[in-house]
């Protein structure tokens, strides 16, 4: 393995770089769904983080470790749009030149967030070309820094820092229900769990059609998929990360997925109930915790909201379905 596994005191040592520079974000109730789950649930707000995402946290953490040489040279990343905003503002922060690998049908507000906190974005078709490859060669060529969006210690130390302050302000918790992609969040939150909760269960979920972490979680090895067709934009990765599958083997109790269809139901639960615009990909967490009511009554519940970045005109055509 290229990389030490991050371990807590990572966690920690990300939650100091990142202390009164990204958001402490809320943890808010629902009493409507804590009767209907019987259950206490919190609910981390990562959507209401620095542009809209836990992705903030780990980019943040990532470009801050990197020494002078480095930050003058800049930093290549790929992204359909989170990392890729968190990558740009914490670049400019740091007054550094960032690069950035979009896909062509990114969200047009991803994109313009993107591009309005200073990075210079490259197109690129998400379902033929290799974004990693994009970006690694790129890097290579004009001697930047790849931040990968979820593979990398530095990253997924800064995405647990969300769970380390869930657990700060709540206590111990049953159950953790983790939104799930390349595995950034998920690794670095169970890393915080087994730390600050040791009893707490820790569950990541997927989208149906993108569930390549199931797969590789139950044959003990990682599997590709195709880029999955799903509405959670921020899950449409067709392999978990090396380094984030290590520590998911290890730390994470199991898997759940649920469909596009839940999404819009958690969609607009946090719409109508808790005032809440949250995207596709960040309702992964409460489907599953909602799935798995049954076996959860009486439990303190945790659930991170991953981010809120969608277009309203697709937040407004998806409610309507």
């Known amino acids: 393995m290229a990389h030490h596994l991050p371990s807590f005191t990572d966690v920690l040592n990300a939650a100091e770089r990142l202390q009164g520079i990204a958001h402490k974000t809320p943890v808010l109730q629902s009493?409507?769904?804590?009767?209907?789950?019987q259950a206490e649930v919190f609910i981390k707000c990562e959507n209401f983080q620095r542009m809209g995402a836990f992705k903030f946290r780990g980019g943040y953490n990532a470009l801050a470790k990197l020494n002078a040489t480095?930050?003058?040279?800049?930093?290549?990343?790929?992204s359909s749009g989170n990392h890729a905003q968190a990558i740009a503002l914490s670049a400019r922060i740091l007054n550094m030149p960032a690069t950035i690998f979009m896909p062509h049908d990114a969200a047009p507000s991803k994109l313009a967030a993107t591009q309005g906190y200073g990075a210079q974005v490259i197109g690129y078709d998400r379902y033929s070309e290799d974004a990693s490859a994009l970006a690694a060669k790129l890097a290579q060529d004009r001697g930047m820094t790849f931040i990968p969006?979820?593979?990398h210690p530095d990253v997924l130390a800064g995405q647990g820092t969300a769970a380390l302050e869930l657990f700060e302000e709540v206590g111990e918790l049953d159950a953790l229900?983790?939104?799930?992609?390349?595995g950034g969040l998920l690794s670095g939150?169970?890393?915080?769990?087994?730390?600050k909760s040791p009893h707490c269960k820790i569950y990541g979920v997927e989208p149906e059609a993108g569930n390549d972490v199931q797969q590789s979680f139950r044959q003990g090895e990682r599997v590709k998929i195709p880029t999955p067709i799903t509405i959670a934009d921020g899950a449409q990765t067709p392999m978990v990360g090396a380094i984030t599958f290590e520590l998911i083997k290890q730390w994470v109790d199991d898997i759940h997925t649920v469909s596009d269809a839940?999404?819009?139901e958690v969609m607009r639960f946090y719409a109508e109930r808790m005032k809440m615009i949250v995207e596709p990909t960040g309702c992964l967490s409460l489907a599953a915790a909602l799935q798995a009511r049954d076996s959860l009554k009486g439990q303190r519940v945790g659930v991170i909201i991953s981010g809120g970045n969608i277009d309203l005109a697709r937040f407004a055509q998806l409610l309507a379905l």
């Open 262 to 264: 839940q999404l819009i």
């Open 70 to 78: 480095q930050k003058q040279a800049g930093v290549v990343a790929y």
């Open 189 to 195: 939150s169970a890393l915080a769990a087994k730390a």
């Open 177 to 182: 229900f983790v939104c799930l992609g390349g």
């Open 149 to 151: 969006p979820f593979d």
């Open 31 to 37: 009493s409507t769904l804590n009767a209907q789950m």
